[in-house]
C-alpha cells in the first residue's frame, strides 16, 4: 500500500496504483466476489453439484444452485464426463442429448432439463432435433457462427469461448448423432435446416459465420444465401479447409478421421493417431465398422467414461459419409462481400 513520507495513506497515490492495475493480482474473481449462491436443495442437484466439482476442481461447498456450469472452468472432455457420470449416478434410462447439457447454464437449469426430458421423452432417449446449439449468450458485439467440421460434431469450438467474451456464440450441430436422427439427404437440405436454425437465434443480420475443414464450405454457403436475401455479412471464414476438398480424396481417409476424432476425446494423443494411422493400421482395407472395433478394444473402460462406444462413432461415420458425398459433387461458385 502506498504510504507518504510520514506513514500515511495517500488516496491519491491509491488510485494511482489502482488504475494501473498495481492490485489486480489480490482481486476476486467474479464468481468469489459476487454474492453468495442459492443453496443446493435437492439431491440432484447435490449430485450433479459433485460431479462438477470432480470435473473442475472446485471445492463444492463453493456451488450453490445457481452456479454457472459453463463458466466453472469445465473443458469438451469433463463435459463428456459429466454427462456419462450424471447419466450413471441418476440412473437414467436414457441419453442426454450433449446440447441440452451445453444449453443449461446453471445447476438447477440442468436439473429441470432432465426432469423434462423424463417427461417429454419417457425412456427412449429421442429429442427433436436442433441445430443451434448456444455456447455464450453475452455480449453485445456481432454474435458468431460457428460451423461444424465434416464429423458433425461442435465440440472443438468449447476452447474458443473463453477468448470471445464480448458476443453471443452459437455453434452448428449435424442431424444423426442422437439416436432417432437421420443424417441429411443432400447440402441444400442441410443448409435449409441451418439457415432457419440461425434465424430463429438472430432473425437478421449482420452475420459473423466461421468453420473448421468442412465447416468452411458451410460457412461460404450460408454467407451467400443471407446476401442473397439482402442481410449483411459481415464476416465470412473457415480454418483447414481448401476451396476444393475433394482433392484431398476424403473417401479415403476413414481411417484418420476416425483415429483424430477418438484421440480429441483423449484416449491417446494426435501424434499417437497419426503414428497408428501410418504404422498400426497401414495395410488396413476393411470396412469402418471393423476398423472402429479394432480401434476401441484397448480402451474401453476409458471409451465408457466419456460415453463413446461403436454406436456413437457409427453416427459420427454415417455423417461423415455424408459429408463426403456433398465434397465430392461441391464446385464452390460466387463469392461474398463478408
Not at 476442481?57 to 457420470?85: F, N, V
Not at 453485445?140 to 477468448?163: A, D, Q, S
Not at 476416425?258 to 491417446?268: K, M, P, S, Y
Request: aromatic residues 8%; charged residues 25%.
Amino acid at each position: 500500500m502506498p504510504k507518504s513520507t510520514i506513514g500515511k495513506l495517500s488516496r491519491q497515490k491509491l488510485k494511482q496504483f489502482f488504475e494501473s492495475g498495481a492490485f489486480d493480482q489480490y482481486k476476486l474473481s467474479e464468481e468469489v466476489a459476487s454474492t453468495v449462491h442459492k443453496l443446493l436443495w435437492s439431491e440432484r442437484q447435490n449430485i450433479i453439484a459433485g460431479i462438477l466439482a470432480e470435473q473442475t476442481g472446485r471445492p463444492l461447498e463453493t456451488l450453490g444452485a445457481d452456479s454457472p456450469i459453463m463458466s466453472s472452468g469445465i473443458d469438451s472432455l469433463a463435459y463428456l464426463r459429466m454427462k456419462h457420470l450424471i447419466q450413471k449416478r441418476l440412473n437414467l434410462p436414457f441419453q442426454i442429448p450433449l446440447p441440452i447439457l451445453l444449453r443449461s447454464d446453471t445447476i438447477e437449469d440442468l436439473e429441470a432439463s432432465i426432469a423434462k426430458l423424463e417427461t417429454e421423452q419417457g425412456t427412449d432417449g429421442n429429442s427433436r432435433y436442433e441445430p443451434i446449439v448456444t455456447l455464450q449468450k453475452a455480449g453485445n458485439k456481432v454474435p458468431i457462427i460457428l460451423c461444424h467440421p465434416g464429423g458433425g460434431e461442435f465440440l472443438n469450438w468449447l476452447n474458443l469461448v473463453p477468448y470471445l467474451p464480448d458476443r453471443p456464440i452459437y455453434a452448428i450441430r449435424a442431424r444423426g448423432l442422437q439416436s432417432g436422427e437421420t443424417r441429411f439427404k443432400d447440402f441444400d437440405e442441410m443448409l435449409d435446416c441451418y439457415e432457419a436454425g440461425i434465424r430463429r437465434v438472430q432473425p437478421r443480420g449482420p452475420y459473423a459465420i466461421f468453420g473448421l475443414c468442412f465447416g468452411g464450405l458451410i460457412s461460404f454457403e450460408l454467407a451467400r444465401r443471407f446476401e442473397s436475401k439482402g442481410d449483411q455479412v459481415s464476416f465470412c471464414g473457415g480454418i483447414d479447409n481448401a476451396p476444393k476438398l475433394d482433392l484431398i480424396n476424403p473417401s479415403k481417409s476413414f481411417k484418420r478421421f476416425l483415429l483424430q476424432l477418438i484421440a480429441f476425446h483423449g484416449l491417446f494423443s494426435l501424434d499417437e493417431a497419426t503414428r497408428m494411422e501410418m504404422e498400426d493400421y497401414k495395410d488396413v482395407d476393411e470396412a469402418p465398422e471393423l476398423f472402429v472395433e479394432r480401434v476401441l478394444a484397448g480402451f474401453r473402460d476409458q471409451a465408457q467414461k466419456l460415453d463413446l462406444d461403436t454406436e456413437k462413432i457409427h453416427q459420427w461415420m454415417n455423417v461423415l459419409l455424408g459429408a463426403i458425398e456433398t465434397v465430392n459433387s461441391y464446385v464452390p461458385r460466387g463469392r461474398v462481400d463478408g
